[in-house]
C-alpha cells in the first residue's frame, strides 16, 4: 500500500478530517481505515523486526537464546543462591511466565517510542497514526511466539508436555494484546508530548516486574495480611489491581500447574474474564486518547 503525500498547505491534524469527510464521519471510519492500510502495517512490522537484528551476528536467533540465558540465570539464582523450596521444575515454571513478560516490557518500550522515532515519516506523509505503536506490538509478538517455540521444546524434555488446559493460551494471550495495545497508545502519545515518559515507564516497568508473579509463586502473596489495621487477601487484591498478575498467573497455570499441583490445570474463568474487560476499557480510553492527539503530533515533534 502506497503512502499518500500530504498537502504541504494543509496542517496535519487536517488529514483526519479529510478521510473521514471523504469516506464516514466516525471512529468507525478510522479502523476501517486501518484495515485499508493492513498491508503498510505489515511493512512497518517487518521493518521493525529487520532494525532490531541489523548488524547482529546471530539475528532473529535471539529470539530463542534470550529467554533461555534469562531463565538460566533465575534457575541458578532461586535453586542454588536463594533456594526455592516448593517450586518443581523450576526452569519451565520461570520461563512460562517470563516469556509472556518480556513480550510485556519490550511491546511497552519500543511501542512509547514509536512515534517519536518516525518523526520524519509523520511530516511527510499521511497514513494513520496509530499503525506506529501497533505495528511495535506486533513485532514483539512474532518475538514471543519464536520464544513460545522453546518454552514447547523444554515442555516435553521436562516430562509435562501440552495438555488440554493450553487451549487457554489463546484466550490469555489475546487478552494480553488487547491489553498491550491499550497502554501502547498511551505511552505513545505521552512520548510524543513528554520526553521523560520513557524513562520514567523504564523505572515503573522494573517496580511492575518485581509486583508480578514471574520468578516466585503466587501463593507466595499469602490469602491473609494486615496493614493499619485493614484485613485483605493480597492475592484476591493483586489480581485485582495488577491485570499482568492475572496474565501470567494464567500461562503458569495451564501450562505448568500451581505450587502443590500435580501438573497444568484450568485458569479461572472469571478472573480470566475480569482481566480480558479491563483490558478491553483500557484499548478503549488508549484509542480515544490517541485519536484525540494525533493531530498534535507533527508541530509537537
Request: glycine content about 6%.
Amino acid at each position: 500500500m502506497s503512502l499518500k503525500q500530504v498537502n504541504p498547505s494543509k496542517p496535519m491534524g487536517n488529514a483526519p478530517e479529510r478521510f473521514d469527510s471523504a469516506e464516514i464521519q466516525s471512529q468507525w471510519g478510522k479502523i476501517v481505515e486501518i484495515f485499508a492500510y493492513r498491508n503498510l502495517l505489515k511493512n512497518l512490522v517487518i521493518r521493525e523486526l529487520k532494525a532490531r537484528y541489523k548488524n547482529s551476528v546471530l539475528g532473529i536467533v535471539w529470539s530463542l537464546l534470550h529467554p533461555l540465558l534469562m531463565m538460566t540465570v533465575y534457575t541458578i539464582l532461586f535453586t542454588v543462591l536463594i533456594p526455592n523450596e516448593g517450586v518443581q521444575k523450576y526452569p519451565i515454571f520461570i520461563l512460562v511466565a517470563l516469556i509472556p513478560w518480556q513480550f510485556h516490557t519490550s511491546s511497552m518500550m519500543s511501542s512509547a517510542g514509536s512515534v517519536v522515532n518516525n518523526a520524519a515519516i509523520l511530516k511527510k506523509v499521511y497514513f494513520p497514526r496509530i499503525l506506529l505503536p501497533t505495528s511495535a506490538i506486533l513485532a514483539n509478538l512474532v518475538n514471543f511466539l519464536l520464544a513460545s517455540i522453546v518454552l514447547l521444546i523444554l515442555l516435553y524434555a521436562f516430562g509435562i508436555g501440552l495438555t488440554i488446559y493450553a487451549l487457554w493460551v489463546p484466550l490469555i494471550l489475546l487478552t494480553q494484546i488487547v491489553f498491550a495495545l491499550g497502554l501502547a497508545f498511551i505511552f505513545s502519545t505521552l512520548q510524543a508530548f513528554y520526553r521523560d515518559t520513557l524513562m520514567i515507564l523504564e523505572v515503573g516497568l522494573l517496580a511492575w516486574f518485581f509486583l508480578t508473579p514471574v520468578f516466585y509463586p503466587f501463593e507466595r502473596f499469602g490469602e491473609q495480611a494486615e496493614i493499619w489495621g485493614i484485613v485483605f487477601n493480597p492475592a484476591r487484591l493483586m489480581r485485582w489491581v495488577n491485570p499482568m498478575a492475572s496474565i501470567v498467573d494464567g500461562y503458569r497455570t495451564v501450562l505448568w500447574g500451581n505450587v502443590g499441583s500435580n501438573g497444568p490445570g484450568p485458569m479461572d474463568p472469571l478472573a480470566l474474564l475480569r482481566t480480558f474487560v479491563t483490558a478491553v476499557l483500557l484499548f478503549i480510553i488508549g484509542y480515544v486518547v490517541f485519536s484525540r492527539s494525533e493531530h498534535l503530533f507533527g508541530e509537537k515533534l
